[in-house]
């Protein structure tokens, strides 16, 4: 090869590689300020996800392989879709609660403006009344008209209890009424609709739940899909939606009621095990792996193709937060999927001065 030719290799190859790095800065930054982005929000959904990002700018800046970034970017994409969708349907539900709020004190404020002005149109013809006694001069005539309207008080007083009591046991049932419907409402917020299970806001809400008991004893399970983006794209997303129903009816049959199982981004779940240590945890999780890879003697809702699932574990402990818990369990299950995908992975408890670290 002439020496020209060397040049000319060298200098397209010096470009491809300015081109690279051109590219991967400013994927740096467009991760960077999206990250800083969520962080300014309060919901610590969105906190998760800034999480996740920052990982994977930490995955593009350490040169990790474009297959593992693609998994990293991929998971990202699904829970950002999914936190998208979850802040529509929480926002739905506020002005829906909202309306209802202010439907029931228009009735409350309407109800007694009525009661309030019946009372005074009543107060005032009695008044009236007083001031004619007041003119009379036979003191039988004073006695009778005075008994007279002491009786018409009583009655008018009795009427008005009675109407209050009505009005009253009324407010009562639609106030009733109204908690059920917002209860009802809460649930559907914190339903995954796809698979019936939690969602990710009603994950966040149970572990904040659970961090917040005295002696708060439990363990964090992160479970993903492996290669749920090629059964999506062999089968197509109709497959996909069955994979994920039968991952679900799965988890929620291998659990205890008080566990709490969740679809917490595309292809990704999670379960929240109490009164386990994670040992005991990683027997209980690979048991449910290899159940959901057996097929169902009745053969009646097995999707297309049977699934396998990398999962982390993470046991939690004093001074972990729900993001510092949720980050060690995703980190041990893309430690699984590194180590070969199908397995449980567990991610040791840091020492409380790692916390603060």
């Known amino acids: 090869m002439s020496d020209n030719a060397v040049i000319s290799l060298d200098i397209r190859r010096r470009a491809r ?40 700018r930490s995955a593009i800046a350490n040169g990790v392989p474009p297959g593992d970034i693609e998994e990293l970017t991929k998971s990202c994409l699904a829970e950002g879709r999914q936190l998208i969708e979850q802040a529509k349907q929480l926002r739905a539900q506020r ?3 909202s309306m209802a709020v202010v439907e029931a004190l228009r009735e409350v404020m309407s109800t007694i403006g009525s009661e309030m002005s019946t009372m005074h149109t009543s107060i005032t013809k009695s008044t009236e009344r007083f001031e004619a006694i007041g003119l009379l001069t036979n003191p039988q005539q ?16 009795a009427k008005r209890r009675r109407a209050w009591e009505d009005t009253a046991r009324s407010l009562s049932q639609r106030v009733a009424s109204l908690e059920r419907d917002l209860s009802v409402v809460r649930g559907e917020a914190a339903t995954d609709p796809l698979t019936g299970i939690a969602n990710r806001r009603g994950f966040d809400e149970t572990c904040e739940r659970w961090m917040g008991l005295s002696r708060p004893n439990f363990v964090m399970a992160i479970l993903d899909v492996d290669d749920f983006k090629q059964i999506n794209d062999s089968l197509g997303h109709a497959a996909g939606d069955d994979v994920l129903r039968y991952v679900a009816k799965v988890l929620l049959q291998s659990f205890r009621a008080h566990d709490l199982v969740a679809r917490v981004g595309g292809d990704e779940f999670a379960v929240l095990v109490a009164d ?42 004093a001074g972990d937060t729900p993001a510092s818990l949720f980050q060690r369990a995703d980190e041990a299950q893309y430690t699984a999927k590194r180590r070969g995908k199908n397995r449980v992975v567990s991610k040791e408890t840091r020492l409380l001065r790692d916390l603060r670290n």
Request: hydrophobic share 45%; net charge negative.
């Open 95 to 97: 002005m829906q609660d």
């Open 17 to 56: 590689d300015a081109d690279q790095h051109a590219v991967a800065t400013l994927l740096d930054d467009v991760l960077a300020l999206l990250r800083d982005f969520l962080t300014s929000d309060e919901d610590a959904s969105w906190g998760l996800l800034a999480e996740r990002l920052e990982a994977c």
């Open 276 to 317: 386990l240590t994670i040992r005991q945890a990683e027997h209980c999780i690979a048991s449910v792996l290899a159940r959901i890879t057996t097929p169902d003697a009745s053969g009646e809702e097995r999707p297309a193709t049977l699934p396998t699932l990398s999962c982390g574990l993470a046991e939690y402990s």
């Open 142 to 157: 004073i006695k009778a008209r005075l008994m007279a309207e002491v009786l018409a008080l009583k009655q008018v007083a």
